[in-house]
């Protein structure tokens, strides 16, 4: 079953890229030749025209390289925005947590969120984006600071004129873990002009800009014990942190 798109997005990426889906289709054409994406191949206008119909393929080959072809996470592409939509995300949580892939409409979406040491997979980015995501930690020490308050998160695009889709998953693992796991528990995008939240229990927020669609702000819970945070992107990013949080009117993980 095709996954729907968010159409109006994706035509609005390929005008302001490309100029029309011809010259788009072009450039994925050489991203496949030149290797930048190392799996599946360019589709052509008619297919593009009807994923934007009808929806694409639950394939990574079509997801991820359509997505690193438009330059954004392969989450963009969804219809967040979407109130039907956005119901499905406690039941794909379930079949997440247990394991039922051949259940699941979404499970070519695993890959981004599955826990591990080495979280996330290096397997999207290299293949599809050829390069690597970049990764920025931070952690919480009760011992030496200020417990059980909302920290205040702001991810800040580098790029001055940075107004594209930007969009930020992050994790957590508890300091001195034997399983030294991530566990990815949320998603940030910017997008759309707003700022919109995803958390791992289904949970959707959303939130204007405070100041500039550049950076994405948020808090994020400093709890009784430590814990190391980790923050994730197809595209470079600069961190401010405030804790306790001084944010105003924004999105929160809620604990």
């Not at 289904?202 to 709890?223: C, M, N, W």
């Not at 197809?234 to 929160?252: D, E, G, M, Q, Y």
């Amino acid at each position: 079953m095709p996954l729907p798109l968010n159409a109006e997005l994706v035509q609005s990426l390929v005008r302001s890229q490309f100029g029309s889906v011809d010259s788009f289709i072009v450039h994925w054409e050489e991203r496949v030749a030149t290797g930048s994406q190392r799996k599946g191949q360019a589709r052509d206008r008619s297919t593009v025209y009807r994923w934007l119909d009808l929806g694409i393929p639950a394939k990574e080959e079509d997801i991820f390289g359509f997505a690193a072809a438009l330059d954004v996470d392969p989450i963009v592409l969804l219809p967040l925005g979407d109130p039907d939509f956005r119901s499905r995300f406690a039941q794909e949580r379930r079949f997440f947590q247990v394991g039922l892939q051949n259940l699941s409409q979404f499970s070519v979406f695993w890959s981004i969120y599955k826990p591990g040491p080495g979280w996330p997979s290096k397997s999207v980015s290299q293949t599809f984006y050829d390069r690597n995501w970049f990764v920025q930690d931070f952690d919480h020490k009760p011992a030496i600071s200020e417990a059980n308050i909302y920290a205040g998160i702001e991810v800040i695009a580098p790029e001055l004129n940075a107004t594209g889709p930007r969009t930020y998953h992050i994790g957590y693992r508890r300091s001195g873990a034997a399983d030294e796991m991530w566990r990815p528990y949320g998603t940030l995008l910017g997008v759309d002009g707003l700022i919109q939240l995803i958390s791992e229990s289904g949970d959707y927020q959303k939130a204007s800009f405070l100041d500039s669609p550049r950076v994405i702000h948020f808090e994020t819970y400093f709890g009784p014990g430590p814990v190391e945070f980790r923050i994730c992107s197809l595209h470079r990013f600069n961190l401010r942190i405030s804790a306790p949080s001084s944010l105003k009117n924004t999105v929160r993980f809620v604990a």
